[in-house]
């Protein structure tokens, strides 16, 4: 009998330890299975973060690309039948019965609207972008905007590696057209009367700056979503498509506005 009283606080701790030890083993298993569960929701959520980025990119990437073959097609038809139906018209004023001053005046307001429409064509299908590369399209659209623009003085400073040869089509144009939207916004809004611009490419990449002396401006993220900030939109599409980076910065007078792209970046 009293071997047994004995056994019976003995097999009594015994499953006091096994009761604890699974218990243990039970609680550990809970929180392993906790931390597995949490490391992979965090995972998906990444990688729903990620699928939304990409969606994102791709319907940026959709409507950009979707913007240039319209563009494309209005400058086709401005410079194929508009143009071409301006210069017959042109041509045709030799067989009118009117004086030569007549005439004189018919041809010059004829051939303002030609330079119009050669010069819209240009800004929506810049040719010279593919068949010479940005520096010589950056140089060609600063002059025209000179040329038009008496009240502005425009400048340009270019510096190009003759072994840079990592720019892309997409880069080139990216980097072309966020430009026009920065001329575009100084001269809407700034009141400048001069507009500076540096551009250097090399085998490490682009960076363009653009400065002027008007109204300083740095856009807030509430400025950017705005319905009518259709530039400013354009900008930040532009700089996210290609990976590059946007810098403004406020001068006394004016602003002045960085863009950095890194050709590592786009490659990697």
Request: cysteine-free; aromatic content about 4%; hydrophobic content about 45%.
């Given at each position: 009998?009293?071997?047994?009283?004995?056994?019976?606080?003995?097999?009594?701790?015994?499953?006091?330890?096994?009761?604890?030890?699974?218990?243990?083993?039970?609680?550990?298993?809970?929180?392993?299975?906790a931390?597995?569960?949490?490391?992979?929701?965090?995972?998906?959520?990444?990688?729903?973060?990620?699928?939304?980025?990409?969606?994102?990119?791709?319907?940026?990437?959709?409507?950009?690309?979707?913007?240039?073959?319209?563009?494309r097609?209005?400058?086709?038809?401005?410079h194929?039948?508009?143009?071409?139906?301006?210069?017959?018209l042109?041509?045709?004023?030799?067989?009118?019965?009117?004086?030569?001053n007549e005439?004189?005046?018919?041809?010059?307001?004829v051939?303002?609207?030609?330079?119009?429409?050669?010069?819209?064509?240009?800004?929506?299908?810049?040719?010279?972008?593919?068949?010479?590369?940005?520096?010589?399209?950056?140089?060609?659209?600063?002059?025209?905007?000179?040329?038009?623009?008496?009240n502005?003085?425009?400048?340009?400073?270019?510096?190009?590696?003759?072994?840079?040869?990592?720019?892309?089509?997409?880069?080139?144009?990216?980097?072309?057209?966020i430009?026009?939207?920065?001329?575009?916004?100084?001269?809407?809004?700034?009141?400048?009367?001069?507009?500076?611009?540096?551009l250097?490419?090399?085998?490490?990449?682009?960076?363009?700056?653009?400065?002027?002396?008007?109204?300083?401006?740095?856009?807030?993220?509430?400025?950017?979503?705005?319905?009518?900030?259709?530039?400013?939109?354009?900008i930040?599409?532009r700089?996210q498509q290609?990976?590059?980076?946007i810098?403004?910065?406020?001068?006394?007078?004016?602003?002045?506005?960085?863009?950095?792209?890194?050709?590592?970046?786009?490659?990697?």
């Amino acid at each position: 009998m009293r071997n047994m009283a004995q056994q019976v606080p003995s097999n009594l701790g015994f499953l006091l330890i096994i009761a604890s030890l699974a218990m243990f083993i039970l609680a550990l298993s809970i929180i392993v299975f906790a931390v597995l569960y949490q490391q992979k929701m965090r995972r998906k959520k990444q990688e729903m973060v990620q699928l939304e980025l990409n969606y994102k990119n791709d319907l940026v990437q959709a409507i950009l690309d979707a913007k240039e073959i319209e563009q494309r097609r209005i400058a086709i038809e401005l410079h194929d039948d508009i143009g071409s139906s301006l210069t017959a018209l042109k041509l045709s004023f030799a067989s009118l019965p009117i004086d030569d001053n007549e005439r004189k005046f018919l041809n010059e307001g004829v051939q303002i609207s030609i330079n119009k429409i050669r010069s819209l064509s240009n800004r929506l299908l810049p040719t010279i972008l593919e068949e010479l590369g940005l520096i010589p399209a950056v140089k060609s659209l600063i002059n025209t905007l000179a040329q038009q623009i008496s009240n502005v003085d425009f400048s340009v400073i270019a510096v190009n590696d003759p072994k840079s040869n990592s720019q892309t089509r997409e880069v080139n144009l990216a980097v072309y057209r966020i430009l026009q939207e920065l001329i575009n916004n100084i001269l809407k809004y700034a009141e400048a009367t001069n507009i500076e611009i540096t551009l250097e490419q090399n085998e490490e990449g682009i960076q363009l700056s653009v400065t002027d002396n008007g109204i300083g401006f740095i856009p807030t993220k509430e400025d950017k979503l705005k319905s009518q900030s259709l530039g400013l939109k354009n900008i930040e599409s532009r700089s996210q498509q290609i990976d590059a980076q946007i810098e403004y910065e406020l001068l006394k007078p004016g602003t002045k506005v960085v863009l950095k792209w890194k050709a590592k970046e786009i490659s990697e």
